[in-house]
Nanobody, 120 residues
Framework: QVQLAESGGGSAQSGGSLRLSCAGAGSGFNTNCLYWFRQAPGKERERIAMRTNRGFAEYAASVRGRFAVSVDYPTQTLYLQMNNLRSDDTAMYYC??????????????WGQGTQVTVSS
């Protein structure tokens, strides 16, 4: 069982930066595969980042080179650093976790989401 809660969303200008946090609770957080997803109005949910407990990270082409995930295991916090923001980054952002260390690509646990709005 993993419980997740996102924070840090808000408004930013194009070219700016924002950092999202995902506070985790549960014994599985330090071992399970972790994710960031986003969903913009009228679009399907998009997986933008995946991170294993061994530090391997994979990013969607839409954010690669601009976004970076990191994890602080002692505080059970997952971060998403977003740089060089663009207007098409505007979306609801969600963190997620698998039920095990194996990365299925589809999380078993989700946070409630935090809104990011980027203006030109």
């Amino acid at each position: 069982q993993v419980q997740l809660a996102e924070s840090g969303g808000g408004s930013a200008q194009s070219g700016g930066s924002l950092r999202l946090s995902c506070a985790g609770a549960g014994s599985g957080f330090n071992t399970n595969c972790l994710y960031w997803f986003r969903q913009a109005p009228g679009k399907e949910r998009e997986r933008i980042a995946m991170r294993t407990n061994r530090g391997f990270a994979e990013y969607a082409a839409s954010v690669r080179g601009r976004f970076a995930v990191s994890v602080d295991y002692p505080t059970q916090t997952l971060y998403l650093q977003m740089n060089n923001l663009r207007s098409d980054d505007t979306a609801m952002y969600y963190c997620g976790a698998d039920a095990s260390e194996y990365c299925s690509g589809s999380p078993n646990y989700w946070g409630q989401g935090t809104q990011v709005t980027v203006s030109s």
